[in-house]
């Protein structure tokens, strides 16, 4: 294949991917939309009144840019993992197989169409937390870089959950036993600062923590973490992620017998 | 290896043992000229899939080697792929995606052009009778519709060689008839085909070179012609004008009555079946209508199986 027959490949898979998620919009877009709404309801102005400032901002100012990164993890992960076994428990992953597409591209694109998913979700809750909290942006580039590379990170995962999957339950194991925990003590909620030495230090093992704090570090300017050792976390899991993936598509791990 | 010279497979001492240790391929060889209808033939179990799911790259192989048309499909697995289409035996197809969508999809996965693809989509949904079908649902469509959407789907980047594992399994009389037409269609227009099926009738009627495999091995790789050629007898049934009584008794003709006016005799290859006629119409005996009991193929290929179990069995 030359390039532009790669570029072309690429694209199907990402428009197919898409085409996907919008074709199933109740199951997909909406009820994040809604767990988040709910979450700046009673978190942000039901409870959050009364616990007052946290590290010094307005609690809806301080959880809103945890919950957006929320909802681009959980949805550039669910995205891929529940398409990719799809596929293969429909077999039609054998589309791809049997085709000329290299493996990093089929990677690409599966990943690509996480992070549209993940991306969009994340734009629609952070027009929806608009109405919730004033921002004013505090580094663009630190805000879509960090973004941008949780969502490729988490996508990344997904397709790692889906290869190893042998069942639906398989695929969701991951995100309710590992995923959630990580997100809800990854500081979306609170200051690390409130856990003490010793907490606080077994927090930073956490790699959402860093994900967070660097998001709401370009949202509202306040982090508990080092900014560039936030990048080089969420960089050097990506690529690992991304070698891993890039290692069972090749072996063909649990798609080709 | 030149292109132009090159068979369309050529597979040397491939073997496959899957990682329960059953040896599923024991070092076969297999030519298929650019340009056959080829049949790969054997019971449940002997390695058909097994072979074609490595020919088209989504079972590995243990050792051996594939070449199509001459490009490895290890060392140049991208130019291989651009030549083979596979229809396999099982719907493997999203289900819930649009005939028209699945079509032009496959066709991207080869990077062909958007413009192209849906042109092409339209062509072969149009051919195989599912054009009207094109923006439904296709889990909505019937069996056959499916495997026809198959047939389309493996030729939508136009591969010199198309491989069906079963492609006609399931599927009613008269759409089989029409879909082995489609197939003689594209074979006359230069595209190389193997088939695997278990209808005998199937292959003698569009292939002209055969292989069968049992147990991982080949145990006979020729023409349909000569395969046919090698049958011994043939049983034949006997429709009567009259109601018999009782079974006739002709020298060297086993006959057995079927029912009153049903007959039924094996003729031997070298006997002439003229003889019968004679002895039957001077016993006042007048047949109306004569017709193969069993596919010939069917019974050599029975044969072959059994002598190989045989041979197996005395070690």
């Not at chain 1, 000329?100 to 992070?115: C, E, H, K």
């Not at chain 2, 005939?99 to 413009?115: E, S």
């Not at chain 2, 499916?146 to 399994?169: F, G, N, S, W, Y």
Request: charged share 20%; aromatic share 10%.
């Amino acid at each position: 294949m030359d390039n532009r027959q790669k570029w072309i490949a690429f694209t199907t898979i990402v428009r197919r991917e898409v085409n996907r998620f919008m074709r199933i919009w109740p199951q997909t877009l909406v009820p994040p939309v809604i767990t988040i709404v709910l979450y700046f309801v009673i978190f942000g102005q039901l409870i959050g009144g009364r616990i007052g400032e946290m590290a010094g901002l307005p609690y809806i100012q301080f959880v809103a840019p945890g919950l957006i990164m929320m909802s681009v993890i959980t949805n550039s992960y669910s995205n891929v993992v529940s398409s990719f076994y799809g596929s293969k428990f429909q077999r039609n992953i054998e589309e791809l197989l049997v085709s000329p597409t290299p493996n990093w591209i089929i990677l690409l694109g599966y990943v690509a169409g996480g992070m549209s998913r993940g991306l969009g979700v994340g734009a629609l809750v952070t027009l929806l937390s608009l109405y919730f909290a004033d921002f004013s942006l505090h580094s663009l580039p630190v805000t879509i870089g960090i973004v941008l590379m949780t969502s490729l990170m988490f996508s990344l995962a997904g397709l790692i959950n889906a290869v190893f999957a042998n069942s639906f339950d398989d695929i969701s194991i991951i995100p309710t036993f590992v995923l959630t925990p990580l997100i809800y003590l990854g500081g979306v909620f609170y200051s690390i600062d409130l856990l003490g030495d010793f907490w606080g230090s077994v927090s930073l093992i956490n790699p959402i923590l860093y994900m967070v704090n660097a998001f709401r570090y370009g949202m509202v300017g306040i982090t508990d973490i080092n900014i560039a050792w936030s990048f080089a976390m969420v960089g050097m899991f990506s690529a690992l992620l991304f070698f891993v993936a890039l290692n069972l598509l090749e072996k063909g791990s649990r798609l080709r017998s | 290896m030149s292109q132009s010279t090159a068979p369309a497979l050529q597979i040397t001492q491939l073997t496959k043992e899957y990682d329960d240790g059953f040896v599923a391929l024991k070092g076969i060889d297999l030519n298929v000229a650019e340009g056959d209808f080829f049949a790969l033939l054997g019971p449940n179990g002997a390695g058909k899939s097994t072979t074609i799911g490595i020919i088209c790259s989504l079972v590995r192989k243990t050792s051996g080697s594939v070449t199509i048309f001459g490009h490895d499909i290890d060392a140049d697995f991208s130019s291989a792929k651009q030549f083979i289409g596979v229809v396999p035996q099982e719907f493997n197809f999203n289900q819930f995606e649009k005939p028209i969508d699945i079509l032009v999809n496959q066709a991207g996965y080869y990077g062909i052009p958007a413009k192209i693809a849906a042109e092409r989509a339209e062509k072969y949904l149009k051919q195989l009778g599912l054009w009207d079908k094109a923006h439904v649902p296709s889990r909505t469509l019937s069996g056959g519709m499916k495997r026809r959407l198959m047939i389309a789907r493996a030729l939508i980047h136009e591969p010199r060689l198309l491989v069906l594992d079963e492609p006609t399994a399931g599927v009613d009389i008269e759409l089989r008839r029409s879909m082995w037409e489609f197939l003689q269609e594209i074979n006359e227009q230069g595209t190389t085909i193997i088939l695997t099926t278990h209808y005998l009738e199937e292959a003698e009627s569009l292939c002209r070179n055969v292989a069968i495999i049992d147990h991982g091995q080949i145990v006979q790789n020729t023409s349909i012609r000569e395969l046919i050629s090698q049958l011994s007898k043939e049983t034949f049934i006997l429709d009567t004008r009259e109601s018999l009584d009782s079974c006739p008794e002709v020298e060297c003709y086993p006959l057995k009555q079927v029912d009153t006016s049903t007959l039924e005799v094996d003729v031997d290859k070298a006997q002439s079946i003229n003889a019968l006629f004679t002895a039957l119409t001077e016993q006042g005996i007048d047949v109306v209508s004569m017709r193969n009991k069993t596919n010939r193929l069917e019974e050599l290929f029975f044969d072959l199986v059994a002598k190989n179990l045989k041979e197996k069995a005395n070690g």
